[in-house]
């Protein structure tokens, strides 16, 4: 069974960045889209950015221009580069791994706050 584990998450200021990554176990993860959720308090949760296995990416268009996603198959990892942060980011963010006709698989979350 696959597993997905984020990390990165934290407090930062407004206008400030950080990097999460999402560890996969497993040998499955390349030939899967991979990518981030987001849910902010008493929000639905949100596509933040998703990147297929060929590696074409696609962007809320929220976060288009400041956050960056990217995958290191031979590290069976996913990466959201976040800068010129804001309040409205602040969010628990999810990784997730897409499988057609089967269970998308979640991590279990990581918290940004984005504060002064």
């Known amino acids: 069974q696959v597993q997905l584990v984020e990390s990165g998450g934290g407090l930062v200021q407004p206008g400030g960045s950080l990097r999460l990554s999402c560890a996969a176990s497993g040998s499955i993860f390349s030939f899967y889209t991979v990518g981030w959720y987001r849910q902010a308090p008493g929000k639905q949760r949100e596509l933040v950015a998703g990147?297929?296995?060929?590696?074409?990416?696609s962007y809320a268009e929220s976060v288009k221009g400041r956050f960056t996603i990217s995958r290191d198959n031979a590290k069976n990892t996913v990466y959201l580069q976040m800068n010129s942060l804001k309040p409205e980011d602040t969010a628990d963010y999810y990784c997730?791994?897409?499988?057609?006709?089967?269970?998308?698989?979640w991590g279990q979350g990581t918290q940004v706050t984005v504060s002064s």
């Open positions: 997730y791994l897409a499988r057609p006709l089967r269970a998308t698989i």
């Open positions: 990147i297929t296995d060929g590696g074409s990416a």
